[in-house]
Nanobody
Framework: VQLQASGGGKVQPGGSLRLSCVVS????????WGWFRQAPGKEREAVSV????????YFHASVKGRFTMSRDNAKNTIYLQMNDLKPQDTATYYC?????????????????WGQGTQVTVSS
């Protein structure tokens, strides 16, 4: 499975971005999907997860109500819609896939990772 993340950029506070993660080598239905982020000097953390088995979701407390996660089976793509962005959302964002079909935020349970895409929120 190969993951290609894109969509990052620089936006002002309050702006929006949509990250995309194009999947090749398998279908999006077979995995749990996660978006993670890592800010300079900080550990990588789970931002949003959707279970591959029952669709249960997880959102980091700091992004609830602002971020949504979706997938397009026809395009084999996972999305992270980010609204009302804040400076503290600045980080490199990664998409990842886990063959463990339950909702998990543990990094070591994700076997496949895309390259990061940089999100910078600044005025």
């Amino acid at each position: 499975v190969q993951l290609q993340a894109s969509g990052g950029g620089k936006v002002q506070p309050g702006g929006s971005l949509r990250l995309s993660c194009v999947v090749s080598g398998n279908t999006v239905n077979d995995y749990t999907w996660g978006w993670f982020r890592q800010a300079p000097g900080k550990e990588r953390e789970a931002v949003s997860v959707v279970s591959g088995s029952d669709g249960r979701t997880y959102f980091h407390a700091s992004v609830k109500g602002r971020f949504t996660m979706s997938r397009d089976n026809a395009k084999n793509t996972i999305y992270l819609q980010m609204n009302d962005l804040k400076p503290q959302d600045t980080a490199t964002y990664y998409c990842a896939a886990s063959i463990n079909l339950v909702t998990t935020i543990q990094l070591n349970e994700y076997e496949y990772w895309g390259q990061g895409t940089q999100v910078t929120v600044s005025s």
